[in-house]
């Protein structure tokens, strides 16, 4: 792929953009009947590009993980269908007055939401995100330009192929979906300068990929994913529901941003709450690394590092730390969390409200399990990711959390004097 | 001032802003008040630092604009506390609930307003934008960490330091607010890079330093400021009210990002129109640059060239076009606008609508003078700066506009099966 080709995509995403800004919710919901129809027909032609994809990842050594991820099935296709199911039953953010207000002078101010214009995803080998990104983008009024990861490249075509065609037959730019159809590294930075055209860029992926975003981006970018998520369970807490949550939070899906990646326990029930949790975690195969003072009374766990208390393992590992107390809680949190989901579990009205308070993170938990940090379980519909910075949108982002807003003035003369 | 204290004032900003992001709103309110007496209390050394600015200034040949920006005076110091008092009397935005929802599953889930954090302003040599800065940032529960322009040093630095000892006075840690004294140029370079501590930064300026804040920051930012606005006189528009308008957005402060720079007329109407216009203009001493067209109508104008359509005069110069219908208008103005202010002067309705749905500008008028887009103006008690980009926030930015929000979940014992 050429230099230009990833700016005249851009270029025509935008001018494909502002036809979509305007289109009606009957025409955007077609277009993703469409879509799903188009995806449904298109199965066997689906599954064999996905096939290159996995044989190509197969000869290059990809791990069983990375391979499950980018495999496509007849199950995984009827999920992507349901999915653009959902989008269509969402209600359509744009348009929508958020505000109104009558000046002293007589001016009426709209504030009225819209898209954000074009947004870039980048995205790792999930051919499904490429499907999700495309449709909740298509929904909110936004063009979208993305680029998916290498290893997916023949799925990823043929599903932005089988997207363009649904959205020509009902009258809506294909332009408004299109693919940066390139392996080369250098494409992602090439397209992360072109702020002319690109509103936004969401990077969905792993620690490295949105470094690399945040580090290279001329466009406005939100972070997404990164999870160093805590559980805190204080002296006051009902042990039998801190034993279950801290569980829930580690072990029913490790692999998630939203899953506790460290233990924090109070010191004073340290004794009791540690063997019962760490038996439970043994027959789970969780790995315990804990603190010096854990290793008292756990002898046979592996000791703790400097860097663990950093680290997002997406695994069956956690870290397990000894603290004095919620201020004690509050500062490793503070120090080593990703701001994103921490839970306490207490009796202590004060001290969950000094942990909800003081903790700069997306989501602040009492009593229950991390897990629950998700656009479906907060009720937006969808989510096109967990944003984990503070400007713009913080935790699961919706359709909303991807448009912005214009204001309209009607006046009848006014003048500024 | 060596690499290191930049870090370090960072890094106290930081630490600081944790304890101000729960403080109450009436201890707020005592530090502002507090700096506002002392402001008073301390006029004298203000100016004397305020001269030894000028003083410099003029050495260095320093334009009769730009002087007049840094200077202070007793007059001037009065606006500053006034402006505090309004700040003041404003409704704390942190704390407010935004959504409240009961899931199926019982949890409490609260969208509860807190504040961004650490704020970075880089801004130009006026050293009331250092007390407007702070303070706003202070009433939002956010510690400001300012780079102003380098001609107003020795003022920035009694104001910073005033302002400090106040909040000392107030139990308010001093390092909510500091100044990255240093007239090096790879100063904001290195602030832009320290994203670890610093959550948002704002460039308040003109395009050259927007530009160069976008460039090279690490650090999410929020582009205020650049105004290529325009106004469109349509075929059917009372001329009368259009001349009023026009010469308003032009003339009546033509140095703010809110002027016009362009006025675009409707062929139709434009022999009738532009000769009165332009006698208006030439009283005013406005410049005309005009399109071949309009050089027809008015011979004695100059020929606008390419590069005038994209122009931010700030200045008594205007271009103007001849076009074809709404259409047309709204083709010139997203090709070369800025996406700040636009006006439509119409009788008709549907050119009025499709000028607001079209255009990708934060405030677009009907029949209205530019120049109300202005915290102010839009009731928002005060402003931070206009923004021109679509993430985060759009148009005037007040109090609520420089915060976030966090997820407060209440449970009692959930976890995701």
Partial sequence: MRKNDIENKCKKAKIASEFLATASTQQKNDA??????????????????????????????????FLERLALSNSKIDSIIEGIKQIISLEDPIGEIIDLTTRPNGLLIKKVRVPLGTIAIIYESRPNVTVDAATLCLKSGNAAVLKGGSDALNSNKILVSIIRNALSKKDIPKDCVSL???????????????????????????????????????????????????????????LKMAEEIVFNAKVQRPSVCNAIETLLVDEEISKVFLPKMAERFQ??????????????????????????????????IIAVKIVKGVEDAIKHIQKYGSHHSETIITKNEEAAKKFLDSIDSAALYVNASTRFTDGFEFGLGAEIGISTQKIHARGPMGLKEITSYKYKIIGNGQIRT
Same sequence: chains 1, 2.
């Fill in 32 to 65: 993703l009947e469409e879509i799903a129809n188009q995806i449904d027909l298109n199965r066997e032609k689906i599954l064999k590009e996905n096939e290159k994809d996995l044989i190509n990842g197969q000869k290059k050594g990809l791990s069983k993980a």
């Fill in 180 to 238: 940066i159809e390139t392996t080369d590294r250098n494409a992602v930075k090439e397209l992360l300068t072109k702020r002319q055209y690109i509103d936004c860029v969401i990077p969905r992926g792993g620690a490295g990929l949105i470094k690399m975003v945040v580090e290279n981006s001329l466009i406005p970018s939100i972070e997404t994913g990164v999870g160093n998520c805590h559980a805190f369970v204080e002296k006051t807490a009902d």
């Fill in 283 to 316: 027959k789970a195969n969780v790995e315990i690394r804990g603190c010096s003072k854990t290793k008292k009374i756990l002898p046979n766990i592996k000791l703790a590092k400097e860097s663990d208390w950093y680290e997002e393992y997406l695994d069956l």
